[in-house]
């Protein structure tokens, strides 16, 4: 006989790890204990050897689904206690201590298959779960992970919930949201409007209602898993126009949610790492390809060839669809005014969106944090032509928005850091706490562009800094001195006399990349950072670069030749400006056939043109993501925007995948000189050749250039491996016809898996320049 202690990292709680550890130690015939701790699981064992030693062997090969075991200390003990039989013990917080949390858990089948049951006890609960599935990061109010500290705690267990959460070999053993109709949370259908519907309809009713209403075209705020969602009927053009009309969304397409992957199909061209990815646990939104015939409202995603997709995830979701017509289809998207947070509060909620909606399916379990969906792609990657061994085509997982169901799943650092606070860009804002060798990139915050965005940021950091035991020793931001996450850093240092650490948006991106790949940064990358924005050392607009690049600093290798912006932020809603402020810095003409014209007038160009030669209100830009706006405008995609990215996107889509030419970009002296690429657009466009064969023709001319120009990189610094980073490599239309462009030269290429390559990503890669940073500086 022996004993053992053994300490557990990881996410190991919220996933039913102690109900597996008791019956694996049950059923091998060892005594002792195993308890949640706020470092995470802490087991003591006493048994025959043999026994011991399969307990720690398949301790890790048959943990649950959803446990992540970081490390496992294994310490052998003198002498025996004369445990006599396995328990589980109360949690213990330990000083400082903290741990990862799981992400909230789609509905497993198990739960699925009791809540269409008619015989069940939950039959219909639209708050069923298990140790396998449920709500988990926005229940949390702090560790160790027990109901006490969620927002679980003021239901108290019915006996019959209370047995299940006891007994070893139930699945809700230790199921710290467990619940049913006798105990737990309960939903009801309120009038958005008095005396348009008959006030709190409860229970199953609700859903029936509600059901009702987005039948007859009505829009129905539905509080979820993370926050409300206002939901209508997909198939109903009418009902998609008047939610656009009300959430002041002209264009911006808008999230789907279809009953089953036979939906889903019938709109959209599915493969099997897609049907995966949408049946995972973490059900992300999806992007996928739209089938022509698909007979979903045009205005679900006007301009677009893709349509985001996303499979029900809770237990009210499903009753949502559960008596709907077949073919039924909702659109899913934030309960929110344009840019502001999405709304997770009752009363908030009663405030904020009344004139948004017909009526609110609410629910009383409090949202402690909220989570937007996330939203993922599939990318299907070729053979590298240039490896020694024939290699199959991939798959790759490409996140675009990380939030449910990800976070705050931590980025594993090559090394433990020091504890920091990044706080991330303006666009897309996440922030990123470093602890020991983890790194905790938040969930999705948003644009940082209001009071109330920038209070969800704020009450976020508080939350992460409290459930990660994190009191940052500095503070690193973007170098941007306008960014409210920069101005939150800066009165915050002031305040607590912390560290300043601006990092250039550039190469965090790049640092970013490198960070998820575990690259320890001892060899420097070329990092192609590509994007719309990016406040630059010499105070222009970056955002065309090639950096070499490691996470101590960077080398400028080259970029994107200046053009102006004229009007500033007013060019970037009128890609017609960007693209005659180019002209303008290229000595190109203005045409009068030119499909700018269309929307500046004579007088507008005659402003126009006066402004750029006096540089007034003209802010120079080395943007890639400009240039695109700028060329899709030339072609006649599009001359006014009303989201980001818009017309680059829509000139995405209209790209002919068959077509090879490209426009050639010269690059000499550290410039890249677009004027031939735009000389033969310009030519094509007029001469009448389709937008489909422009378009691909610009992106091949891109791919080629970043080939061309990371082919001499590597002539002067003997560098191989290529990052690419940044906002615009979300055109898979670019990423798919650059990578095996550089890796027929040789190239090694890293691309994003875990965070976004968009300003999602940064506050990572400030994290980790900031962490050498005063590595490299420390007395």
């Given at each position: 006989m022996n004993r053992l202690s053994i300490d557990?990292?990881?996410?190991?709680?919220?996933?039913?790890?102690?109900?597996?550890?008791?019956?694996?130690?049950?059923?091998?015939?060892?005594?002792?204990?195993?308890?949640?701790?706020?470092?995470?699981?802490?087991?003591?064992?006493?048994?025959?050897?043999?026994?011991?030693?399969?307990?720690?062997?398949?301790?890790?090969?048959?943990a649950p689904p959803l446990a992540y075991l970081d490390q496992v200390h294994v310490t052998p003990r003198d002498g025996l206690v004369g445990y006599k039989t396995f328990e589980i013990l109360h949690s213990e917080s330990v000083l400082g201590a903290f741990q990862p949390i799981s992400p909230d858990v789609s509905i497993c089948p198990d739960c699925l298959r009791e809540l269409l049951d008619p015989n069940d006890r939950r039959h219909r609960y639209p708050f069923i779960n298990c140790t396998n599935c449920g709500p988990r990061f926005t229940i949390i109010t702090d560790i160790p992970y027990d109901r006490p500290k969620t927002t679980m705690a003021v239901f108290p267990m019915c006996p019959n919930c209370e047995t299940e959460y006891r007994d070893p070999v139930d699945r809700r053993f230790h199921a710290q949201p467990v619940a049913c109709p006798e105990c737990g949370p309960h939903i009801w259908l309120e009038a958005a409007q008095p005396d348009t519907l008959p006030q709190n309809i409860p229970s199953d009713d609700a859903i029936l209602a509600a059901q009702h209403l987005l039948r007859e075209g009505k829009t129905v705020a539905i509080k979820g898993l993370g926050g409300f969602h206002l939901a209508c009927d997909a198939l109903n053009p009418a009902a998609v126009d008047a939610l656009r009309a009300r959430k002041l969304r002209v264009d911006k397409p808008f999230a789907l949610m279809m009953p089953d992957l036979a939906t889903i199909e019938q709109h959209?061209?599915?493969?099997?790492?897609?049907?995966?990815?949408?049946?995972?646990?973490?059900?992300?939104?999806?992007?996928?390809?739209?089938r022509p015939e698909s007979t979903l409202a045009k205005q679900v995603a006007p301009g677009q060839n893709q349509l985001g997709v996303m499979l029900p995830y809770t237990p009210l979701h499903y009753l949502l669809f559960s008596d709907l017509p077949a073919a039924q289809i909702l659109v899913m998207t934030s309960a929110n005014l344009s840019?502001?947070?999405?709304?997770?509060?009752?009363?908030?909620?009663?405030?904020?969106?009344?004139?948004?909606?017909?009526?609110?399916?609410?629910?009383?379990?409090?949202?402690?944090?909220?989570?937007?969906?996330?939203?993922?792609?599939?990318?299907?990657?070729?053979?590298?032509?240039?490896?020694?061994?024939?290699?199959?085509?991939t798959s790759h997982v490409y996140p675009?928005?990380?939030?449910?169901?990800?976070?705050?799943?931590?980025?594993?650092?090559?090394?433990?850091?020091?504890?920091?606070?990044?706080?991330?860009a303006?666009?897309?804002?996440?922030?990123?706490?470093?602890?020991?060798?983890?790194?905790?990139?938040?969930?999705?915050?948003?644009?940082?562009?209001?009071y109330e965005t920038l209070k969800s940021f704020e009450d976020g950091i508080a939350h992460f800094e409290k459930l990660f035991r994190v009191r940052p020793v500095a503070i690193a931001c973007d170098m941007h001195p306008n960014y409210l996450a920069t101005r939150y850093a800066q009165e915050r240092s002031e305040r607590e006399i912390l560290p300043l650490i601006p990092v250039q948006h550039h190469h965090a991106h790049i640092a970013a990349l490198m960070a998820e790949h575990g690259l320890?940064?001892?060899?420097?990358?070329?990092?192609?950072?590509?994007?719309?924005?990016?406040?630059?050392?010499?105070?222009?607009?970056?955002?065309?670069?090639?950096?070499?690049?490691?996470?101590?600093?960077?080398?400028?290798?080259?970029?994107?030749?200046?053009?102006?912006?004229?009007?500033?932020?007013?060019?970037?809603?009128?890609?017609?400006?960007?693209?005659?402020?180019?002209?303008?810095?290229?000595?190109?003409?203005?045409?009068?056939?030119?499909?700018?014209?269309?929307?500046?007038?004579?007088?507008?160009?005659?402003?126009?043109?006066?402004?750029?030669?006096?540089?007034?209100?003209?802010?120079?830009?080395s943007s890639m993501g400009r240039l695109f706006d700028a060329a899709a405008a030339l072609a006649g995609v599009r001359q006014n925007v009303n989201y980001e990215?818009?017309?680059?996107?829509?000139?995405?889509?209209?790209?002919?995948?068959?077509?090879?030419?490209?426009?050639?970009?010269?690059?000499?002296?550290g410039q890249i000189n677009p004027s031939a690429a735009i000389e033969a657009l310009i030519a094509d466009v007029l001469s009448g050749k389709a937008v489909s064969l422009v378009s691909a023709r610009f992106h091949n001319g891109v791919a080629h250039l970043v080939r061309d120009v990371c082919a001499s990189i590597r002539v002067e610094s003997s560098v191989s491996r290529v990052a690419l980073s940044g906002g615009v490599w979300q055109n898979v239309t670019l990423l798919e016809k650059t990578i095996p462009l550089l890796q027929k030269n040789g190239f090694q290429v890293y691309i994003h898996g875990k965070v976004p390559a968009n300003d999602g990503g940064l506050a990572l890669g400030q994290a980790v320049i900031a962490a050498k940073y005063l590595g490299s500086n420390a007395p």
């Open positions: 557990i990292t990881g996410i190991v709680q919220g996933v039913g790890f102690r109900p597996f550890v008791y019956n694996l130690a049950t059923r091998l015939e060892l005594a002792g204990w195993v308890r949640n701790t706020s470092a995470g699981v802490d087991i003591e064992l006493e048994g025959k050897t043999p026994a011991l030693d399969e307990f720690i062997q398949r301790l890790r090969a048959d959209c061209y599915l493969n099997s790492d897609e049907r995966s990815l949408l049946e995972s646990a973490a059900r992300p939104i999806v992007l996928l390809r739209r840019e502001e947070p999405i709304c997770t509060d009752n009363i908030e909620a009663r405030q904020r969106l009344a004139g948004l909606t017909d009526a609110f399916l609410m629910h009383n379990r409090d949202i402690h944090m909220r989570t937007d969906d996330s939203v993922m792609r599939v990318l299907q990657l070729p053979a590298n032509s240039n490896a020694s061994v024939p290699q199959p085509a675009i928005r990380r939030s449910r169901g990800y976070a705050p799943f931590p980025v594993h650092l090559p090394k433990n850091q020091v504890s920091l606070l990044a706080t991330g303006e666009l897309k804002n996440t922030f990123c706490i470093t602890n020991e060798n983890y790194a905790f990139l938040s969930h999705h915050i948003g644009d940082l562009e209001n320890d940064g001892s060899e420097p990358v070329i990092g192609v950072a590509f994007d719309g924005t990016g406040y630059g050392e010499d105070g222009k607009i970056w955002g065309g670069e090639f950096l070499l690049a490691d996470y101590a600093g960077y080398r400028r290798f080259a970029h994107l030749r200046y053009f102006p912006l004229p009007g500033g932020d007013a060019a970037t809603r009128r890609p017609s400006r960007t693209a005659l402020g180019l002209l303008h810095a290229l000595g190109l003409d203005w045409d009068d056939a030119l499909p700018t014209h269309s929307d500046l007038c004579y007088d507008d160009r005659t402003a126009l043109r006066a402004q750029l030669e006096h540089k007034i209100n003209s802010p120079l830009t990215a818009q017309a680059a996107i829509e000139f995405e889509a209209l790209a002919d995948p068959a077509e090879t030419g490209y426009y050639p970009f010269e690059f000499a002296d």
